[in-house]
């Protein structure tokens, strides 16, 4: 066990700010980066992970997969790279580690209903990879982390030579220009799809079973139920497919015999009790001080070519200190990454014009952090710091909203100033009127679902049944603007918000007539995809997806098309829209598996 850690978390620290606790702090006296080259390599790949699928909003959910995984990895004595663990929002199950300790659990796998013990099981099988270095014994992962840097820059290059005049059609439809830094960003996506694809590819089944087996140990020892192994694969065999194509199972195989071989282990080893909850604590707080210092070396002048830590400004340097207030959320470090996070937003929402700054978003982002310093440390000065701030943010929203009124009284204002008004105001009696002008405005954008929800908001503003002429009220105009919208709307998950409204039935029947006619032969992949992300186990679930995997043939046959003719941006453009918004499709696993064969065998 490490006991000398301890030692990091007794020192007194006064300030908050992060300078001041790394002096004070110190070094970890064994836990350390022992490969600082590997580390930053891994920390680059997490962060494009993190790109790709975002992290889960979901503070629960995160400080739970924190503290069981904390207290299975104290157990698994290693000291060469600190673990982090994070939770990605993406439906598909799955879970996995990178070289230098990064680990990841899909919110996929999270709603799958996992106790503590398999959780626990789940978390120790993804240590033991890092703990036994399989990634570097896998012969075909050797130069893994240098092909996904190169898949990035032949993307970013593309990117770079695209027709920047063609319009970008988002997840929800939503169609902007495409600035040089929006594709990029785009660019930049599509790098880290592929290189989540070449990290998702299972493991040899002895390291494997040496993963399973290891894992099952440490979860025995920090005091879980050694079952838990074969209770996690019993769940998910009841829950998941075990295609080999999706999932936990493409990363994971040989299911049957793990399970048979975690009941066979689990008879011989004992639920130890707990490390006291000190002990662990305790090197949780060694673990964000090691992210910590290597957060501070990247801030620092480095030799050409011999940088260490990651770039100021960096999505790693963001992704390493929101690690490091996982690894530890309570104390002086723990309120000076909050505080850096909230300036953060608060300062580029200030930078907007005046009554078009979401004050709401702000005052929201505040309040979680308050609840969330509350029950831990309860009676930290830093509660009246954030108390104050969010209260001066509240008094300029008072402060602006007569000007705000006047703005909207002219009737002169665009759709930002709307968005700011309803999320500042919510309370307010002009808020059923600016729903609907969202609403219109929503509508001429071609954002349909968005219009929808907003005619609903201001429709059901007054009771079910209250007559009212045009005019007289948001209520009815919105009522009409629905009636109005159903026959000429196209995106499925609009149909479908408004064939479940109840009430009009008769407006709600011809939402639903025109949602069966379009489920079959739409032709946006954004349109099925928003109804699969909205509406998961909606009625036509199925024969969406069906047509969107007919869509994403379509676009996999294009991009070869563009592959034989040296369009480079144009292919990588089709492959993007495949895996982004029909990540599950045949066509999807194809690209994965070719661009996966192409450049491990390169």
């Not at 592929?194 to 140990?217: A, K």
């Not at 580029?348 to 310093?373: C, F, K």
Request: no cysteine; glycine share 6%; hydrophobic share 40%.
């Amino acid at each position: 066990m490490i006991r000398t850690r301890q030692a990091s978390s007794t020192r007194t620290v006064t300030a908050v700010t992060l300078a001041f606790f790394l002096s004070t702090a110190g070094s970890s006296s064994e836990l350390e980066i022992s490969n600082p080259a590997l580390f930053q390599k891994s920390l680059a790949a997490a962060a494009q992970a993190v790109r790709q699928y975002g992290l889960l909003d979901d503070p629960a959910a995160q400080e739970r997969v924190n503290r069981i995984g904390y207290q299975v990895a104290y157990h698994a004595d290693f000291d060469r790279y600190p673990f982090t663990f994070a939770v990605v929002d993406t439906p598909l199950p799955n879970a996995f580690a990178l070289p230098a300790g990064q680990i990841f659990v899909t919110k996929g796998m999270l709603d799958l209903g996992l106790s503590d013990d398999m959780l626990a099981a789940l978390l120790g099988h993804e240590i033991a990879h890092v703990t036994s270095e399989h990634f570097l014994k896998q012969k075909k992962r050797a130069t893994w982390l240098n092909v996904a840097s190169s898949l990035l820059s032949v993307g970013l290059i593309a990117a770079a030579a695209s027709d920047r005049n063609d319009g970008y059609v988002g997840p929800y439809g939503y169609t902007r220009d495409q600035g040089s830094t929006a594709a990029a960003a785009q660019a930049a996506l599509t790098g880290g799809m592929v290189f989540t694809e070449l990290l998702m590819r299972s493991y040899s089944r002895e390291h494997e079973d040496q993963s399973d087996e290891e894992g099952q140990r440490y979860a025995a020892a920090a005091g879980f139920d050694p079952n838990g192994l074969a209770q996690l694969m019993t769940r998910m065999g009841e829950r998941i497919s075990q295609s080999k194509v999706l999932g936990y199972w493409q990363t994971h195989p040989f299911f049957d015999s793990r399970v048979v071989a975690a009941e066979a282990r689990a008879r011989y080893l004992a639920t130890l009790q707990p490390e006291p909850s000190e002990d662990v604590d305790a090197y949780r707080t060694a673990t964000q001080t090691v992210l910590l210092e290597y957060a501070e070396r990247g801030t620092k002048e480095q030799p050409q070519g011999r940088r260490q830590g990651p770039p100021p400004s960096s999505p790693e340097l963001d992704l390493l200190k929101a690690m490091a207030l996982g690894a530890w959320p309570s104390g002086t470090a723990a309120e000076s990454l909050r505080l850096e996070n909230l300036h953060r937003l608060r300062d580029a929402e200030l930078e907007r014009l005046a009554t078009s700054r979401d004050y709401g978003r702000i005052t929201t982002a505040y309040r979680q952090q308050m609840e969330s310093v509350r029950s831990l440390t309860p009676d930290t000065p830093f509660l009246a710091v954030l108390s104050s701030e969010m209260a001066d943010l509240r008094r300029q929203s008072e402060e602006l909203y007569g000007q705000s009124i006047r703005i909207l009284d002219r009737g002169v204002f665009e759709t930002p100033f709307l968005e700011a008004f309803l999320s500042n105001y919510p309370d307010s009696p002009r808020t059923p009127k600016v729903a609907l002008l969202l609403g219109i405005s929503y509508s001429r954008l071609g954002r349909e679902t968005d219009a929808v929800e907003h005619f609903l908001k201001a429709w059901e503003s007054e009771p079910a049944g209250t007559v009212a002429e045009e005019g007289d009220s948001p209520a009815a105009d919105a009522q009409r603007g629905l009636r109005n919208l159903a026959p000429v709307l196209t995106r499925l998950g609009s149909l479908q918000h408004l064939a479940s409204q109840k009430r009009d039935p008769e407006l709600g029947q011809r939402a639903e007539d025109r949602l069966g006619k379009l489920v079959g032969s739409y032709d946006d992949i954004t349109s099925g995809s928003e109804y699969l992300e909205r509406f998961p186990n909606g009625p036509y679930a199925g024969e969406v997806e069906e047509r969107l995997n007919r869509l994403a043939e379509v676009l996999y046959k294009e991009m070869l098309t563009y592959q034989e003719l040296g369009d480079a941006a144009k292919a990588i453009a089709r492959a993007n829209l495949i895996l982004t918004h029909a990540p599950h499709s045949p066509s999807a696993q194809r690209i994965s598996d070719e661009r996966l064969n192409d450049q491990v065998d390169a």
